[in-house]
């Protein structure tokens, strides 16, 4: 039994929003955020502009919400960002925010499924908003068997280095915090 089928047996139709995503679609979020071209947000979600923030404060705006290219777990294909197809009506656009997933959101049954049966078939949240510095995402799953190998062969080194050959905006920002940056996005990660 795998986890999709357990999860069809209980009604629920766990679709991928998003799974395997390379360095260069990455680096072209990030980019495109650095330079103001798609909206950077606050905590709250409120829109920041840009062109009003310095590069330190562009690189943590960008990274409440998006991965450093090379750092995203979705880059390993060990991860997904999951939803459930038959809670929402034909044409719903998924936003995979806090509300859909709490009480009286449509994916709310789903994600208190998973916290209970997804660690049966070695899937677990690595982002719960605790030790790791990326907010909780209830919908972020990942397959810790393939993970956890992934996670401890990229060190700040090889990170380093696909960095450093990128043509990655702010890169001498990142490059100088890329230590902190490991450790806090790529490192910590939330146990169950
Ligand atoms: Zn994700």
């Given at each position: 039994m795998n986890l999709r089928r357990a999860a069809l047996a209980a009604g629920?139709?766990?679709?991928?929003?998003?799974s395997f995503r390379d360095f260069e679609r990455q680096l072209s979020i990030w980019n495109a955020k650095f330079s103001g071209e798609r909206p950077l947000y606050d905590a709250e979600g409120r829109a920041l502009d840009a062109?009003?923030?310095s590069p330190g404060e562009r690189v943590a705006a960008i990274l409440r919400w998006s991965a450093l290219p090379g750092a995203s777990r979705h880059h390993w294909g060990t991860d997904l960002d999951l939803m459930d197809a038959n809670a929402i009506p034909p044409g719903y656009r998924v936003q995979l925010n806090a509300a859909e997933f709490?009480?009286?959101?449509?994916f709310a049954r789903l994600a208190e499924w998973l916290e209970t049966h997804a660690v049966r078939f070695g899937f677990f949240r690595p982002f719960r908003g605790v030790l790791s510095g990326?907010?909780?995402?209830?919908w972020h799953y990942s397959f810790a068997p393939l993970a956890e190998p992934a996670r401890r062969s990229l060190t700040p080194s090889v990170l380093q280095d696909a960095l450093a050959a990128a043509p990655l905006l702010g890169k001498e920002t990142v490059l100088g915090r890329l230590e902190e940056l490991h450790s806090r996005y790529v490192a910590a990660i939330d146990w169950p």
């Amino acid at each position: 039994m795998n986890l999709r089928r357990a999860a069809l047996a209980a009604g629920f139709d766990l679709t991928p929003v998003s799974s395997f995503r390379d360095f260069e679609r990455q680096l072209s979020i990030w980019n495109a955020k650095f330079s103001g071209e798609r909206p950077l947000y606050d905590a709250e979600g409120r829109a920041l502009d840009a062109s009003q923030l310095s590069p330190g404060e562009r690189v943590a705006a960008i990274l409440r919400w998006s991965a450093l290219p090379g750092a995203s777990r979705h880059h390993w294909g060990t991860d997904l960002d999951l939803m459930d197809a038959n809670a929402i009506p034909p044409g719903y656009r998924v936003q995979l925010n806090a509300a859909e997933f709490e009480a009286g959101g449509p994916f709310a049954r789903l994600a208190e499924w998973l916290e209970t049966h997804a660690v049966r078939f070695g899937f677990f949240r690595p982002f719960r908003g605790v030790l790791s510095g990326v907010q909780a995402e209830p919908w972020h799953y990942s397959f810790a068997p393939l993970a956890e190998p992934a996670r401890r062969s990229l060190t700040p080194s090889v990170l380093q280095d696909a960095l450093a050959a990128a043509p990655l905006l702010g890169k001498e920002t990142v490059l100088g915090r890329l230590e902190e940056l490991h450790s806090r996005y790529v490192a910590a990660i939330d146990w169950p």
